[in-house]
Structures are given as C-alpha cells and as structure tokens.
C-alpha cells in the first residue's frame, strides 16, 4: 500500500485517502432527428481534468452552481460510472472496478450519501432492515444476534439517534427529514468506510436542521477520522464545515485552497461572483449581486480557453485562446509561482489574470462593467 501525505491548512500533514487525477468524463448524446444521418458523436463534456485529494480526518467541499458537474465527480469517485479518462487512486493504489466483489471490497471503503434521503431509504422496509442490510453485506454484524443487535444500537447512537429503541422500528415516513438523513448517515457507516461522499446532504432539509446534520458529520470526521467530500451550492456552508474548498465551473476545477482563504480571500472571477451572489447576513441586501451577467455554458460545445470567458467582467485576449493552467497564489492574493507549480493544499486559481502574460494577451475583450 503506498500512503502520502501533504500539509493541511494548519500546517500539520493529513494522510491522502482517496485521489482523482486529470478525471475526465463525457456523456455521449442520444442522436436525433438528421443527426441520425451524421457520423459525429456528440456529447456532453460534464467533467475536465478534474484533479482533487481527499485526506484521513478532514473535510473538502466541492462547491459550484448547478450543472457544474459535483454529482458526477462524485458518482465517478464512487465507481457508479466508468470514466472517460483520468485516475482514481484509494491509498496510492488504482482503482478500477467493474462491479462485482471488487466493487464490493471498493464501495465497503467509499460509501456515498445522497440528497434526498426519502428516495434513498425504501419506504417499505424499516430501520432496522436499513442498517441490518449495510452491516451484514459489509461484513459487521457480528457473529450472533446480540452482536448484532449491538452494532444496530452502535450505528444508531452514533448518528445521535437515541435512545436507539425509539427509532429502530420506524419506518422512514414515521421520521424526519433529518432523522431520515441519520438513518441514511448510518447506513453508510455500517460498511465502517473510509471515505464519505455527501452529495449536497442537507439542501432538501429544513434549514433549522441542517446545522445539526452538519455537526454531525463534523463530529464523524473527528472521531471516526473519515475522508469526506461535501457537495454543495452554498459556499457559505463550505467556510463553516469545510477545511478545504474546491470551486467547480463547468465541468472543471477552477479555484482551490483552505476554506477560509478560498471564501475570504477569492482569487478567481467566478468564486468571487459566487461569494458577492450568496446571502450574507452581515451585508446589506443592496451590495449582494444577481448572479453577474450571463448564463452557465453548454457542456456539449463548451466555450474555448477558459470556459467561464463568456460571463467574465475581466476577460482578456488570451482567455477564450488557451485554458489556463492552476496558477498559485500567495497570501497577498498575487501570483505566486510558474504555472502549475502548486503545492498540495495551496491556494490556486486556473485563471489567467494570475498568468505571466505579454501585453497583447492582457487585451481586454470587453469593459469591466459589461458594457
Ligand atoms: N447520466 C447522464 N447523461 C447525460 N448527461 C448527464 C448525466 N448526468 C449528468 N449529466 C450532465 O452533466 C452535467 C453535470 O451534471 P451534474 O449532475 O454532475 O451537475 P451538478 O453540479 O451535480 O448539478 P446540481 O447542483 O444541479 O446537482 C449536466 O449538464 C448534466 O445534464
Ligand atoms: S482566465 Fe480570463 S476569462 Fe477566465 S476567469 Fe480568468 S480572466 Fe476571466
Ligand atoms: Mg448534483
């Protein structure tokens, strides 16, 4: 097994668990119509060269409005789709596993929680199927039914479903929607995992309870010490739980850092649009943004260069050329390195305003304040 490690953003080193390099996939589209008579394959670029590391113990959000491609990044992290191109890597080694007992041995180490927790729990079967299912095809329930019953008591007070006895018997539409995500949360511990993949786990809860939901997670990482991957909307949420931020635009990566830097700090054009468009309770509702001029881009004839060129105020010459590269950048908020060179947890953005550029590539394409 080979084991890396990489500095977190408190300086201290975190072991990496599970990592995509250059992940990379496209949807080929249903032809129609005359383009049944057309040789060329179309198809939706939902994913480029997506590059992340989730490390033992800590927490990374993977934020972006919708269509950028979170699910799928997950869904590819989580073995459910084949990749285009790309590599997924589960301690140093490769991973990949075309369903059966090596799916299995996978999914045991890398489990995923979804969105809605009602679709994902079978309104027919209790809590206890649930967990008892999770446990035994994992290989945790134990040798007999009181070992058995144990783990059931155990995965339940670890969600801070207690006293156990009053939820073990309910039925999913007997709970709420944070009781149900618990019992989701649960399920998902019952293989002992690794690495959680929490798609946008609390945007179909009520907001008075997704703190809690949160909290919970948290208190897994930390005790537990699981990798996890948060998927959100809600950059906000990612500066209170997650200790590394990573933004997604279009199918690709383009900011990434510690939390705090990356929300506080914005490098790149498209976080900085996130963070003036979201809600802040301590800014007036006049300084928060519409959501800047535009729309998100097709993913079939996605735009040259750098993908977001249509929608940004600073657009240059070079931007619709060439896609940039993740450029670092340094406490100042300048740029702090060659292209590329960015160091495992550092503050980058792939955008060319951090770029060593002539000046004709810096030629704007249009005035910053979009006329
Ligand atoms: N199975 C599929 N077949 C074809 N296209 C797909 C498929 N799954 C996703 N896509 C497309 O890939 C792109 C990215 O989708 P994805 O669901 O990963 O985005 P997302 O960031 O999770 O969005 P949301 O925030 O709405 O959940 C979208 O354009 C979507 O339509
Ligand atoms: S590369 Fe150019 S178009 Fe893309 S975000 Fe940076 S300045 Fe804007
Ligand atoms: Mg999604």
Redesign the pocket.
């Known amino acids: 097994m080979t084991t890396s490690t990489s500095p977190s953003a408190s300086g201290t080193t975190a072991e990496v668990v599970l990592e995509a390099d250059g992940l990379t996939k496209h949807?080929p589209v249903r032809k129609r119509g005359r383009e049944l008579l057309s040789r060329a394959v179309r198809s939706?670029r939902?994913v480029e060269d997506v590059t992340l590391r989730l490390h033992r113990g800590r927490v990374t959000a993977l934020v972006?409005?919708?269509?950028?491609?979170?699910?799928?990044?997950a869904r590819l992290l989580a073995q459910l789709y084949p990749r285009t191109s790309g590599a997924i890597r589960l301690h140093g080694e490769p991973v990949d596993t075309k369903g059966g007992k090596r799916f299995r041995a996978y999914s045991k180490r890398v489990q995923m929680i979804f969105q809605d927790p009602f679709a994902s729990l079978n309104p027919v079967h209790t809590v206890r199927y649930h967990l008892t299912r999770a446990l035994k095809i994992h290989g945790n329930a134990g040798t007999n039914a009181a070992e058995q019953e144990q783990a059931l008591v155990d995965l339940l007070t670890r969600v801070q479903l207690t006293p156990p006895e009053r939820y073990i018997d309910k039925f999913p539409h007997e709970l709420s929607g944070g009781q149900r995500q618990r019992v989701a949360i649960a399920r998902a511990l019952g293989a002992d995992p690794e690495v959680l993949l929490a798609d946008?786990p609390v945007s179909m809860l009520d907001v008075s309870i997704r703190l809690g939901v949160l909290n919970l997670l948290r208190d897994l990482k930390e005790r537990l010490h699981l990798a996890i991957l948060y998927?959100t909307?809600d950059i906000a949420s990612a500066r209170y739980f997650a200790d590394e931020t990573f933004v997604?635009y279009a199918?690709g990566i383009v900011e990434g850092g510690d939390s705090e830097t990356v929300t506080q700090r914005p490098a790149h054009p498209y976080t900085q649009l996130l963070i003036d468009s979201a809600p802040d309770p301590d800014r007036p509702a006049a300084e928060v943004k519409d959501g800047g001029t535009g729309e998100p881009p097709s993913?079939i004839t996605p735009p040259s260069g750098c993908r977001f060129h249509p929608r940004c105020p600073h657009a240059m010459k070079v931007c619709p050329e060439k896609a940039p590269p993740r450029f670092a950048i340094g406490d100042d908020g300048a740029a702090a390195g060659a292209a590329g060179a960015v160091g495992d947890g550092a503050h980058f953005a792939a955008c060319w305003l951090y770029g060593d550029l002539s000046d004709a590539d810096r030629v704007k394409l249009r005035r910053e304040d979009g006329r």
């Open positions: 949807f939706v939902a972006g409005e919708s269509g950028s491609g979170k699910s799928t990044v946008e998927i909307h997604m199918g993913l």
